[in-house]
């Protein structure tokens, strides 16, 4: 923002390194790992999502305010899914396990 | 007849609305004083347009059989929730008061993007007119929720024009959240500490986090309606497949939160009110403030008391369940500060406060049958029966709308420069306290007894009860029809307003001249002391009128 | 005291009346700008939603689907949309250099990559409509033990890739307006904020990209 310019290189590390993991993400997806392909995936992508977030949105540098919002809208969508999906993964659940 | 009053000027000095005539001065401001007024006559406009649909309504209840067909009768109620809902309740004290108030509340110029203020009433203004467009070209009968697949697939009525009309409407809320957001945290003057921000502020704060958060959703859920309402897909359609249930939780994650936007403004207005007619600081400053933002988070995680009996897991409802009592928890605190407030203060009964005497009592009444509604052995009875009408009725009509009340007659002469009358007021308020209760109180009976919502025809033994109803909502509309002419009248005849008639302590009525010059303050004001500094000693000045 | 007298703070030319200096101005424009991409996760978080439900209702329809995205396309649309957004931090970090000639090429190169995107986009879209996958009365699934249910994760596919689309489109909208504000030199070292702001719409349409490329296109092939 109006602090330090941010060299060169360093936006171009942020952008080889996406390019990698977008990669890693595509073989990986070839391979037979089950469920964990979905973990993979999605683990891939949080990295790529940080890195554009951090470097490239500059929050790394922004004000507890900036981070504070970020965080929370992140939040906000894992209460939507979170809660959301509660419903339909345990309509299955067993009616004996009372202890819940 | 003009009244002059020893402390008053007869001339008034250059204010915001002086300040230029013309529709072009009023069309395109940018002055967030002149953005509040637009909206409050399109906001009246469309409260006496839902207001008329239930008119027909309660007509149609009279009799057993009814006035109407079933369909009309569809009509009628889908109209006026939509309308109310939509177009009046979340809109109306954020859009209003909040536009006009928390800039000088907080000692700024305007708000932080003057010109999206500009544009949320635009966007309004269209998202309104493609809704009245659904109305005028026959109506829209799925009822204000939109449960699919009926909306989605099997109504033939303007679904897709209606569904239009919210979503745009909704970015006109989302704009006017941004824009509180970013205004509460950047443009207050100097001294004005988040600690010393006046609970009508704190309020509209939370108000906005939920506009911004929660509407995305429904914008979404709307699209995603009118692209299947086009297409046919099935995404709600359960006989391919689609699931009707995710509709409904898309549709409450945004509305259940929508409700705490409807209320936590009024609940802003009513710690403004009972400061000042109490002459004593608000009791408990932290928690009532702390309390809206508990209100804002919590009222996310509640949204699945709405689908108990739609097929919810067991686990999610109870979860649910639970979350809802919790949120329960906030909303009382205030109740028992404003209460505690009043405690040793020096109350007096001007119409404001009597407004905020009645939104305590119903918002409480509103509040406890919500509890019950929450509790699932007692829902699975009383779910769409009168019962959840009576509740969120109370809570609306007799919270939020007296609210409003309360605070349109509380910042009138900040925001116009003269007195309504006060004999008037006081009159219209118990007409409206009379009208509401009778109303709906014999609404809980009926729904306990087991009266359906949304039917147009019921069994005779619940004449009794819904004539009584109809007979209250007659005098409701009276009670709501005297405050549009004496403030009208008031406006342009009006004995002229000292500059702080109630004596209230505030940047808004201390450092702002009444009505406020365009950039609100002669000499940037610096804060130095709390909210609410009642010594307890001053009187208000009396200005029987 | 009239209206005109009233003291405002005097102003260089691009503070606004009702702050009080640059700072603020530029704090308030980014907090704004935040919190309306906020405003977007949540836009998106609903069709996320609704498609996590989904799949996980219709787990082999979805795998027999799985097999008609055009991995190939997405990976590359990918691969630029990363570029773009390399860009754009280029051209925002030309703007605070002031160096107007490389803000207008980066804008320029953000511009074309995003519509590369938008090309390849569509050679999808009509790969779809040739295959009778587009929801709706043409819809034609190979499969009929899951026709109903591809329908509906279709329609989520095109429901998902063309909200993402549109804001594509209405960046590139963007974009093409900054380019010419930079050409007319609207732009300093001290005043650059719609850049930045736009740098940081431009990267959040992005992320939403990196999020639905694995979702749509990657997982379900080997059920």
């Known amino acids: 923002m109006n602090h330090q310019v941010v060299s060169v290189r360093v936006y171009a590390a942020v952008f080889c390194a996406l390019l990698a993991l977008t990669i890693t993400t595509v073989v990986v997806s070839k391979l037979e790992l089950g469920e964990f392909n979905f973990i993979a995936a999605m683990t891939i992508a949080v990295i790529k999502g940080t890195l554009v977030v951090m470097f490239f949105m500059d929050v790394r540098r922004a004000t507890s305010m900036t981070k504070l919002f970020v965080g929370a809208g992140l939040f906000w969508l894992a209460i939507l899914l979170v809660f959301l999906l509660s419903d339909y993964l345990s309509r299955g659940w067993h009616p004996s396990l009372r202890w819940l | 007849m003009s009244t002059t009053l020893p402390f008053a000027s007869t001339e008034t000095h250059p204010n915001y609305l002086n300040v230029d005539y013309g529709w072009r001065s009023w069309l395109f401001t940018t002055d967030h004083k002149r953005i509040a007024l637009l909206y409050l006559f399109s906001i009246t406009a469309f409260f ?11 007509l149609n209840l009279l009799t057993p059989e009814g006035l109407f067909s079933h369909d009309t009768y569809n009509k009628l109620f889908t109209m006026h929730g939509i309308i109310m809902v939509f177009f009046f309740l979340v809109p109306s004290i954020p859009a209003t008061l909040g536009n006009f108030l928390v800039p000088l509340m907080i000692g700024a110029r305007d708000l932080a993007f003057p010109r999206i203020n500009l544009l949320s009433w635009y966007i309004y203004i269209v998202g309104g007119i493609i809704a009245l467009t659904a109305v005028v070209e026959g109506g829209v009968d799925t009822g204000w929720t939109f449960y699919a697949p009926f909306s989605s697939t099997y109504s033939n009525t303007h679904v897709i024009l209606a569904a239009l009309g919210v979503f745009v409407s909704g970015f006109s809320s989302i704009l006017t959240g941004l824009n509180f ?38 914008a979404i859920t709307m699209v995603l309606l009118l692209l299947e309402r086009v297409l046919h897909a099935g995404l709600f359609d359960p006989t391919v497949g689609g699931d009707p249930v995710l509709f409904q939780h898309l549709f409450w994650f945004y509305s259940h939160p929508a409700v705490y936007i409807m209320i936590l403004p009024g609940m802003a207005v009513i710690s403004e009110i009972v400061t000042c007619f109490s002459r004593k600081a608000i009791f408990g400053y932290t928690f009532v403030a702390i309390s809206s933002i508990a209100i804002a988070v919590l009222g996310f995680m509640v949204w699945g008391h709405h689908l108990f009996v739609a097929g919810q897991s067991m686990y999610a409802s109870m979860a649910f369940s639970f979350l809802s009592f919790l949120v329960a928890v906030p909303s009382a605190i205030k109740v028992f500060n404003w209460t505690a407030t009043m405690y040793k203060g020096s109350v007096s009964y001007e119409t404001p406060m009597l407004y905020a005497f009645g939104f305590i009592g119903l918002f409480t009444i509103g509040g406890l049958t919500g ?43 900040k925001i116009t420069g003269r007195l309504y009358p006060e004999g008037w007021a006081k009159f219209a308020a118990l007409v409206v306290f009379v009208g509401f209760n009778l109303t709906f109180f014999p ?69 702002s001249p009444t009505p406020p010059p365009t950039y609100n303050f002669e000499h940037p004001p610096v804060v130095t002391e709390p909210a609410y500094n009642y010594s307890g000693h001053e009187k208000e000045v009396d200005i029987a009128g | 005291m009239p209206d005109s007298e009233i003291m405002l703070p005097s102003h260089e030319p691009e503070l606004q009346h009702h702050f009080d200096d640059s700072a603020q101005q530029l704090e308030s424009s980014t907090l704004g700008m935040w919190v309306f991409l906020v405003t977007e996760i949540m836009f998106f978080g609903g069709m996320f939603g609704g498609y996590s439900v989904y799949r996980n209702m219709y787990p082999e329809a979805f795998a027999s689907t799985s097999h008609f995205m055009n991995v190939t396309i997405g990976a590359i649309n990918t691969g630029v949309l990363i570029f773009s957004s390399f860009t754009m931090v280029l051209a925002v970090r030309s703007a605070q250099l002031g160096q107007k000639k490389a803000l207008i090429a980066f804008l320029v190169l953000t511009l074309i990559l995003g519509c590369v995107f938008l090309g390849l986009k569509y050679v999808e879209y009509h790969e779809k409509w040739v295959d009778h996958h587009i929801p709706g009365p043409g819809f034609h699934y190979a499969d009929p033990r899951y026709f109903h249910q591809a329908q509906i994760l279709f329609f989520l596919y095109f429901a998902m890739t063309g909200m993402h689309a549109i804001h594509m489109i209405v960046g590139a909208g963007l974009l093409t307006t900054l380019i010419v504000m930079a050409a007319r030199n609207r732009f300093t070292a001290t005043w650059y904020t719609p850049v930045e702001m736009i740098g940081l719409y431009w990267h959040f349409v992005d992320i939403v990209w990196i999020f639905l490329f694995p979702l749509l296109y990657l997982i379900g092939h080997t059920r």
Do not use: C
């Not at chain 2, 006496?48 to 309660?58: L, S």
């Not at chain 2, 699932?376 to 969120?392: C, G, K, L, Q, R």
């Not at chain 2, 406006?491 to 000292?498: D, F, Y």
């Open chain 2, 48 to 58: 006496f347009v839902g207001g008329g649909f239930a008119v027909g309504m309660r």
């Open chain 2, 181 to 218: 957001i970013v205004t509460i945290h950047k443009m207050r003057a100097p001294g004005m500490t988040w600690g010393r921000l006046p609970l009508f502020t704190w309020g509209h704060y939370a108000t906005s986090l939920i506009q911004v958060l929660g509407t995305p959703v429904i």
């Open chain 2, 371 to 413: 509890l019950f509604l929450a509790t699932m052995a007692i829902d699975v009875h009383v779910t769409d029966t009168y019962f959840v009408i009576a509740h969120f009725h109370y809570v609306m009509v007799g919270g939020m709308v007296m609210a409003y009340l309360g605070g349109i007659h509380f910042w009138f002469p």
């Open chain 2, 443 to 511: 609404q809980f009976v009926l729904g306990y007894q087991g009266m359906p919502r949304r039917y147009a025809h019921y069994p005779p033994e619940f004449q009794a009860l819904n004539v009584m109803s109809t007979a209250g909502a007659s005098i409701l509309a009276v009670g709501y029809l005297i405050p549009m002419i004496y403030l009208t009248w008031a406006w342009r005849h009006g004995p002229r307003s000292p500059q702080n008639p109630w004596n209230a302590k505030g940047l808004e009525w201390e450092q």
